[in-house]
């Protein structure tokens, strides 16, 4: 395997070797493709009643597989097996639990190149989107054990008050956990709760994406081989249904969902029982980027490039605003225009694309509602158009795009999930604040200025949980495990501890006093 690293702030990956590896992952994971999927419970198949058949998005001939929804029954199964689970998982030394998850990642890293060209045969990634999510898998699972063995399982003395008396305070699993994970990464945003909610003790039953099931299901086998029993770690697959009976089953002990705001804030209203269960959501963003009259606008154009058009703006962190003062904005237009002209728009599986299709149809139709609402109030600076010439008329294909509009346009609320954003000139730092904070959500946010003090009111008044400054890689995108803590605040997050960060997989535990007095 290459050494060289792939995370989402590679630039280029000009490395022979990295795309050779590649290519042949492509071979193998082609061999997976056209796959009957079954529910399985506890490693047992059982009969489907209905199937999806679900095809690539980058060609609609490619059928990635047939998967079986999951009835009620198999939901129900698998969270009591799940439960009956528990007691052994959880008794285990969280030193074995850790041994067992990092085996796991490093069966990850040892498969990236197959896993990371499923990824992006079945949702669309380019290679470096498609290494990075995969390679952030493993680096995610890493993290979180290292997290419990820093903290020796989360066990702490505490203070006396007689010496007979001894108190530990530890933090104790909930039981059973669920997952619900999104389709835009399929490895990192299933596997990294998944092993948070594991290395802590809780058994688990994930829901992958529908169109994210055939990776989900090749990353949780090679946990199980690490040595995650089968029975501890379920996977439910199909549709929303399969989602709200898993929301709705009264034996989870806890849940993690990550998908839109209007999703998210309806099953945190639904997830209730007799007592308050932990919900851990990550519900989005309106992302914007300011760029100030200071600014290096290259380097403010290339970083909003790759965050409004890296996975085609299927990130919940995709940049969809940018608040350009007066003076600096026909500059950076025509930077933005030229760098966007320069991408590379097509199958993804292929060495040197950039940026391959939306997801389905319905993520289209939301793109071409965007554009006519664009052209009807404002105009179109660049792109808004289907993508249909030779082989790109199989796929879901659209051009990024980048308009002006009013004020009042919904474009500037509205959660798009396609490469389209909205750009606006402003006349002061306050205004550009006052227009990027004026929103439900506050996930992540970019800056570009060259001055110290307009950087330190951005730092200080800016409403997201996530934030870059001067950053080229990726205005408002690119956060890594153990270097930027991902979590949202306002609509963005229900816990206020950020994925990849220090505090996160303590959101999978309780506290518990122990004081025992010496007879």
């Given at each position: 395997?290459?050494?060289?690293?792939?995370?989402?702030?590679?630039?280029?990956?000009?490395?022979?070797?990295?795309?050779?590896?590649?290519?042949?992952?492509?071979?193998?994971?082609?061999?997976?493709?056209?796959?009957?999927?079954d529910?399985?419970v506890?490693?047992?198949?059982?009969?489907?009643?209905?199937?999806?058949?679900?095809?690539?998005?980058?060609?609609?001939?490619?059928?990635?597989?047939?998967?079986?929804?999951?009835?009620?029954?198999?939901?129900?199964?698998?969270?009591?097996?799940?439960?009956?689970?528990?007691?052994?998982?959880?008794?285990?030394?969280?030193?074995?639990?850790?041994?067992?998850?990092?085996?796991?990642?490093?069966?990850?890293?040892?498969?990236?190149?197959?896993?990371?060209?499923?990824?992006?045969?079945?949702?669309?990634?380019?290679?470096?989107?498609?290494?990075?999510?995969?390679e952030?898998?493993a680096?995610?699972?890493?993290?979180?054990?290292?997290?419990?063995?820093?903290?020796?399982?989360?066990?702490?003395?505490?203070g006396?008050?007689?010496?007979?008396?001894?108190?530990?305070?530890v933090?104790?699993?909930?039981?059973?956990?669920?997952?619900?994970?999104?389709?835009?990464?399929?490895?990192?945003?299933?596997?990294?709760?998944?092993?948070?909610?594991?290395?802590?003790?809780?058994?688990?039953?994930?829901k992958?994406?529908?169109?994210?099931?055939?990776?989900?299901?090749?990353?949780?086998?090679?946990?199980?081989?690490?040595?995650?029993?089968?029975?501890?770690?379920?996977?439910?697959?199909?549709?929303?249904?399969?989602?709200?009976?898993?929301?709705?089953?009264?034996?989870?002990?806890?849940?993690?969902?990550?998908?839109?705001?209007?999703?998210?804030?309806?099953?945190?209203r639904?997830?209730?029982?007799?007592?308050?269960?932990?919900?851990?959501?990550?519900?989005?963003?309106?992302?914007?980027?300011?760029?100030?009259?200071?600014?290096?606008?290259?380097?403010?154009?290339?970083?909003?490039?790759?965050?409004?058009?890296?996975?085609?703006?299927?990130?919940?962190?995709?940049?969809?605003?940018?608040?350009v003062?007066?003076?600096?904005?026909?500059?950076?237009?025509?930077?933005?225009?030229s760098?966007?002209?320069?991408?590379?728009?097509?199958?993804?599986?292929?060495?040197?694309?950039?940026?391959?299709?939306?997801?389905?149809?319905?993520?289209?139709?939301?793109?071409?509602?965007?554009?006519?609402?664009?052209?009807?109030?404002?105009?179109?600076?660049?792109?808004?158009?289907?993508?249909?010439?030779?082989?790109?008329?199989r796929?879901?294909?659209?051009?990024?795009?980048?308009?002006?509009?009013?004020?009042?346009?919904?474009?500037?609320?509205?959660?798009?999930?396609?490469?389209?954003?909205?750009?606006?000139?402003?006349?002061?730092?306050d205004?550009?604040?006052?227009?990027?904070?004026?929103?439900?959500?506050?996930?992540?946010?970019?800056?570009?200025?060259?001055?110290?003090?307009?950087?330190?009111?951005?730092?200080?008044?800016?409403?997201?949980?996530?934030?870059?400054?001067?950053?080229?890689?990726?205005?408002?995108?690119?956060?890594?495990?153990?270097?930027?803590?991902?979590?949202?605040?306002?609509?963005s997050?229900?816990?206020?501890?950020?994925?990849?960060?220090?505090?996160?997989?303590?959101?999978?535990?309780?506290?518990?006093?122990r004081?025992?007095?010496a007879?």
């Amino acid at each position: 395997m290459t050494g060289f690293r792939v995370t989402y702030a590679t630039l280029s990956a000009d490395d022979d070797e990295l795309h050779a590896a590649f290519d042949k992952g492509i071979d193998i994971a082609r061999g997976w493709l056209d796959l009957n999927i079954d529910p399985v419970v506890s490693g047992v198949s059982r009969p489907a009643t209905e199937a999806t058949v679900v095809v690539s998005p980058n060609d609609h001939d490619i059928v990635i597989a047939n998967v079986g929804e999951a009835s009620p029954i198999d939901v129900d199964d698998a969270v009591t097996e799940a439960d009956r689970a528990f007691a052994g998982w959880s008794r285990r030394p969280w030193a074995e639990r850790v041994a067992v998850l990092d085996l796991s990642a490093d069966l990850i890293s040892a498969h990236r190149n197959e896993l990371s060209a499923l990824v992006s045969l079945e949702v669309g990634k380019n290679r470096l989107e498609a290494l990075g999510d995969v390679e952030e898998t493993a680096d995610l699972i890493r993290y979180y054990t290292h997290q419990v063995a820093s903290h020796d399982g989360f066990v702490t003395p505490m203070g006396r008050l007689n010496p007979a008396e001894a108190t530990v305070d530890v933090l104790r699993p909930y039981g059973v956990w669920g997952v619900i994970a999104p389709f835009n990464f399929p490895a990192a945003l299933a596997i990294a709760p998944v092993s948070a909610a594991l290395v802590a003790g809780n058994t688990v039953v994930l829901k992958p994406s529908l169109a994210g099931t055939l990776t989900g299901l090749k990353l949780v086998a090679l946990l199980h081989e690490a040595g995650v029993p089968v029975d501890a770690l379920q996977v439910v697959t199909g549709g929303d249904d399969v989602g709200r009976a898993l929301v709705a089953h009264p034996g989870l002990d806890g849940l993690t969902f990550t998908g839109s705001y209007e999703a998210g804030m309806a099953i945190g209203r639904a997830f209730s029982g007799p007592y308050p269960r932990p919900f851990i959501c990550e519900m989005g963003g309106k992302n914007p980027a300011i760029v100030m009259s200071s600014a290096d606008v290259d380097i403010a154009a290339t970083g909003v490039m790759r965050s409004a058009f890296g996975l085609s703006g299927q990130k919940c962190s995709a940049c969809s605003r940018v608040y350009v003062e007066h003076a600096a904005y026909s500059d950076f237009l025509a930077a933005l225009a030229s760098k966007t002209a320069g991408l590379a728009v097509g199958n993804p599986i292929e060495r040197g694309v950039y940026m391959g299709p939306v997801i389905d149809h319905h993520a289209a139709a939301r793109y071409d509602l965007a554009v006519a609402e664009a052209r009807a109030g404002g105009r179109v600076l660049f792109g808004g158009e289907r993508l249909t010439e030779g082989a790109l008329a199989r796929g879901n294909y659209v051009a990024p795009t980048a308009v002006e509009v009013p004020s009042d346009s919904w474009l500037w609320n509205a959660e798009l999930f396609v490469p389209f954003v909205a750009v606006a000139p402003v006349d002061s730092l306050d205004e550009a604040l006052a227009c990027a904070n004026d929103t439900v959500l506050g996930l992540t946010a970019g800056f570009f200025s060259n001055d110290e003090a307009e950087i330190e009111t951005f730092l200080d008044r800016i409403q997201a949980g996530v934030v870059y400054v001067n950053r080229s890689a990726g205005a408002t995108t690119g956060a890594w495990p153990g270097v930027q803590p991902f979590g949202g605040w306002k609509g963005s997050g229900s816990g206020g501890k950020a994925g990849g960060g220090p505090y996160y997989v303590q959101q999978y535990l309780r506290e518990q006093s122990r004081s025992v007095v010496a007879l």
